[in-house]
């Protein structure tokens, strides 16, 4: 068994990176190593959330490569701040999950016995705590640590939403009850929703909160029925102080249900307790719902998130990449972003597609990954329809023809030499492409549309009355229609 933690973790967080990356993230060395301790491998989060999250999410990729780092059959513990590591492991074989183990392994085993009669020792086994199991009796949703207000890309289409949702983690009970986000699929609103419990946790730490799925809530109101434990029930969701339900239009047509958390609702709503709710509709357009309900989901405020825009897709697929510790060019952000916009949950998909192409070639992520990550339909897609001119070929030609850097060209230096011909670039893309304004102006390193504009207009001017650069604008149009 090695001797040394910190270059064990080292090895095990080496081998998630490679095998699992898109488990891998750049926190993960913000953690700590503790050592082995009857069987197991103690690793320190740096907050209770970051454990759980690495639980729930991480348990079976830091299994599997503390494993095959030390070639034993380990398994890793998830501690938080506060979690003692030796009295955990001391007393990890008096747990009720070790005794159902036992019970469980004596139900499918049959007894060995010494010639005497007397029953064989079992053979020592290493400790492997279910963690899962335990976080699974909470009955609660996981919060990833990462959906926080910091990381939310504010932007046209959730600025509302957004500024609604920091207004109740600042003032939980009195800003806005209920809190009501509607939208489609993958566009923010459970990273608001998880946003609103962390920073509420992070002001507040002994604060009651309850985050759940209304599938959640309606498997646990039926168990609770089923066995007669409805004052378990009412206590898990009414003595809370802030109480979130994601998806709350799947109370459609469950009248028993939609009984159960309309007295809910009112408990909580008249002890002043924070009620925030998502859906993929509106209140009113919630098929089959009580008019009670939607009318107290109305009570508060009901804010919408649309589809991101261009440039807020291109910094959700940068921020998106950075917690995975991926260096995404802008030229890929781009196009990725040119491509996909219907919703976040697919730029996501994108960035792990890309990562996990990345570390199995073992190379840096380009445009000609990207086509081979994301399909040949992609790749097509990426070259402009019609003129079949991309905007990185036309950055391409632009800085072989004027021998400058692609770097320069994209870069922030005013110099003529570098800012006329990167004009000439934004001119070319608008002339030979159907890229918009704002889209030009991200692939010529993230300008604002009025720069593009303002540099189309110049050349076009300049064209009528320099023979020379009009040459120069054709030169590079027939190296484009070469390629």
Known sequence: MPDHPTKVLEDVLAHIRSEHPSVARRWFDELEPLGFSAGAFGVRAQSELHRDYLRRNGLDAFNDAIRSVTG???????????????????????????????????????????????PTPPAPQPVV?????????????????????????????????????????????????????????????????????????EHQPDITMHYV???????????????????????????????????IHFLAKRDRTQEEFFHTFNALYQCNKQIV?????????????????????????????????????????????????????????????????????????????????????????????????????????MVSAGAGISIDSIISEVSAFYHIKRTDLLGKRRHKSIAHPRQIGMYLARQQTKHSLEEVGAHFGGRDHTTVMHAVRTISRKCKEDQELLSQIRAIESRLRAR
């Open 213 to 247: 799925s209304c599938d959640g809530f309606m498997t646990q109101f039926m168990n609770a029925v089923q066995s007669g434990r409805m004052v378990e029930f009412r206590h898990t969701f009414r003595d809370v102080d802030l109480l979130v339900i994601d998806d």
């Open 129 to 201: 705590r279910s963690e899962r199991a335990w976080l699974d009796r909470e009955q609660s949703l996981p919060i990833n640590p990462e959906y926080s207000f910091d990381q939310f890309v504010i932007g046209p289409n959730n600025q509302m939403a957004h500024a609604a949702a920091v207004a109740v983690a600042d003032n939980p009970g009195h800003a806005y009850n209920p809190l009501f986000i509607h939208g489609g699929v993958g566009l923010g609103k459970t990273h608001l929703l998880q946003a609103i419990c962390l920073k509420i946790k």
């Open 72 to 118: 034993q059959l380990v398994a890793v513990r998830m501690l938080g701040p506060d979690d003692q590591w030796d009295n955990a492991s001391k007393n990890e074989r008096s747990t009720k999950e070790r005794a159902d183990a036992a019970s469980a392994s004596q139900d499918t085993k049959p007894q060995h016995t010494h010639e005497g009669g007397r």
């Open 277 to 381: 709710l998502s859906s993929d509709a509106a209140p009113e357009d919630i098929p089959e719902l009580e008019d009670r309900l939607v009318s107290r989901f109305l009570w508060g405020l009901v804010v919408k998130v649309e589809k991101p825009g261009f440039e807020t897709r291109v910094e959700i697929l940068k921020r998106k990449a950075d917690e995975r510790g991926l260096e995404l060019p802008d030229n890929v952000a781009t196009e990725i972003a040119h491509h996909i916009d219907t919703n976040i949950r697919e730029l996501e998909g994108a960035i792990t597609r890309l990562q996990i192409f990345s570390s199995t070639k073992k190379c840096d992520i380009d445009l000609d990954l990207t086509r081979e990550a994301l399909g040949e339909e992609f790749a097509t897609a």
